[in-house]
């Protein structure tokens, strides 16, 4: 059983800088893992993937060049660095971690793909 909680979240002008982490219990290193943002009303969408190693990412269109997604597997951490923030990044995040090593696009950023999730943690960005 692995257990995800998000931290890192809060509240930043356009053009700021936040830096998520996701702490694991459990089993992590075998695991692909992904970042992904919900809005009210709107479906949960993917942002970022990593595989088990952090070898290969891969972003949504939107936070390309903007966000990075990596992982220290030695502490069991996922992390999200964003840049360049907008107010369409608002939302609240979650981090999510497959039982396959690695996902391709598009499988990377799709939500069954995941079987483990953490509570989430809001980011709002204002303009």
Same mark, same amino acid.
């Given at each position: 059983?692995?257990? +995800?909680?998000e931290s890192g979240g809060g509240s930043v002008q356009? *053009? #700021?800088?936040?830096? +998520?982490?996701?702490?694991? =219990?459990?089993?992590?290193? =075998?695991?692909a893992m992904g970042w992904f943002r919900q809005v009210?009303?709107?479906?949960?969408?993917?942002?970022?993937?990593?595989?088990?190693?952090?070898?290969?990412?891969?972003?949504?269109?939107?936070?390309? *060049?903007?966000? !990075?997604?990596?992982? @220290?597997? %030695?502490?069991?951490?996922? &992390?999200?660095?964003?840049? =360049?923030?907008?107010?369409? @990044?608002?939302?609240?995040?979650?981090? %999510?971690?497959?039982? &396959?090593?690695?996902? *391709?696009?598009?499988? %990377?950023?799709? !939500?069954?793909?995941?079987?483990?999730? *953490?509570? #989430?943690?809001?980011?709002?960005?204002? =303009?």
């Open positions: 059983q692995v257990h +995800l909680v356009a *053009g #700021g800088s936040l830096r +998520l982490s996701c702490a694991a =219990s459990g089993y992590i290193n =075998s695991s009210p009303g709107k479906e949960r969408e993917g942002v970022a993937n990593i595989n088990n190693s952090g070898g290969n990412t891969y972003y949504c269109d939107s936070v390309k *060049g903007r966000f !990075t997604i990596s992982r @220290d597997n %030695a502490k069991n951490t996922l &992390y999200l660095q964003m840049n =360049s923030l907008k107010p369409e @990044d608002t939302g609240m995040y979650y981090c %999510a971690a497959s039982i &396959y090593s690695w996902l *391709g696009p598009p499988a %990377a950023l799709r !939500t069954y793909e995941y079987s483990y999730w *953490g509570q #989430g943690t809001q980011v709002t960005v204002s =303009s």
